[in-house]
């Protein structure tokens, strides 16, 4: 049985893991002349495929657990190479640039980072095969820069700065006491830098960033979150947190965010509305955070509230810009953005509003 994990760009290599006969065998490429294995073990435990870049050429992953994990990089010629630096640190990679010639992430100095009560110093990486490990520098002394995508050719690197103290597996430490995280960005000519935050907003994270690295997706935090309703409650104990008051929690302080290329700050849901006329499809729903970016920049993925009230992955399709030409025909252009637009509703797509339709969504 296959699970597929991703799809490189080109479209033409998924990624895949496999599990045979109850004998789990580690990842693989599913291609047009068929599966390819990454490992030769017949039993690879733990080894898990993290990323591949935009044509499947490059596969990074990992394999073990919070004890002694260890990454490696694999591609055809060289097959699954450990990738790390000495055995006193861990590498854990985050993200692998288009070209699949530089590769992102965090460097702790500890091999079992997770495990020690002491504090663990980590520190944002970059590596290419010709020059291999360089440290990223921070944006200042207090933020951490944490890389968690590239551009194509890995000369863009965006990520989030956080507290060099918050260590988020100790549970008693108070998130007053931290700096808010910030969303940043890297280039050789620029060096580390906070990306804009707009003054309604406190702390800001990137995830990803189109191969061009005009457009960099993420979300944002309000400074005042819009006020809520008290919980429902029994006999003055408050019951568990349903599906749709956490979806108000959310839809109550968190945007999706996009920097665009003067790396200007907009709301996502606002710029979809503004430059791409989707005021109508987007009718109801809050967009509450950018997960994805594809390749090419014109299509975006996330999380968000629809007019239901409930939480729901959605997906945004930007039609290319010659189809502005019909502006001058406002009823066929609307019929053109619905079907370019699919919001992932748990409905099929039709032509018209995808809200509306009852289909079940094949997928």
């Not at 599990?19 to 990842?27: A, M, N």
């Not at 073990?64 to 190479?81: K, L, M, V």
Request: one cysteine or more.
């Amino acid at each position: 049985m296959y699970a597929a994990s991703m799809v490189a760009a080109s479209n033409e290599v998924v990624l895949a893991h496999a599990d045979i006969r109850g004998g789990y065998i580690g990842p693989l490429l599913l291609t047009a002349e068929g599966p390819v294995q990454l490992s030769e073990e017949r039993l690879s435990v733990g080894l898990r495929a993290t990323a591949i870049s935009n044509s499947g050429a490059v596969v990074l992953g990992s394999q073990g657990y919070f004890n002694g994990t260890r990454s490696f990089r694999w591609t055809a010629e060289t097959g699954i190479q450990e990738f790390g630096i000495d055995e006193k640190s861990s590498v854990f990679p985050n993200a692998l640039s288009g070209n699949g010639q530089v590769i992102v992430g965090l460097i702790y100095d500890s091999p079992t980072p997770f495990l020690v009560e002491e504090t663990v110093i980590s520190n944002g990486f970059r590596w290419n095969e010709s020059e291999g490990f360089s440290m990223i520098p921070n944006e200042s002394e207090e933020r951490r820069f944490v890389p968690t995508a590239t551009s194509f050719d890995g000369s863009l690197i965006v990520g989030n700065g956080v507290d060099v103290n918050r260590r988020s597996y100790v549970l008693d430490q108070s998130a007053s006491e931290l700096l808010e995280p910030r969303a940043i960005a890297w280039t050789e000519e620029t060096g580390t830098q906070l990306l804009e935050l707009p003054t309604q907003f406190k702390s800001s994270s990137v995830v990803d960033v189109s191969d061009d690295g005009r457009l960099i997706v993420g979300a944002a935090i309000l400074e005042n979150p819009l006020e809520l309703g008290d919980p429902p409650s029994t006999e003055g104990v408050p019951v568990l947190v349903d599906g749709k008051r956490a979806a108000e929690i959310v839809a109550s302080k968190s945007r999706a965010m996009l920097w665009d290329e003067n790396r200007q700050a907009l709301d996502l849901q606002q710029w979809l509305k503004d430059h791409h006329h989707l005021s109508d499809a987007l009718e109801g729903w809050t967009l509450t955070s950018a997960s994805a970016i594809s390749a090419n920049g014109r299509i975006i993925a996330g999380l968000g509230v629809n007019p239901d009230g409930d939480l729901q992955g959605w997906v945004v399709t930007i039609p290319e810009p010659c189809t502005l030409a019909l502006s001058a025909f406002p009823l066929l252009l609307l019929s053109l953005w619905q079907r370019q637009v699919c919001l992932l509703t748990g409905r099929k797509c039709g032509s018209g509003d995808p809200r509306l339709d009852p289909r079940p969504h094949p997928h």
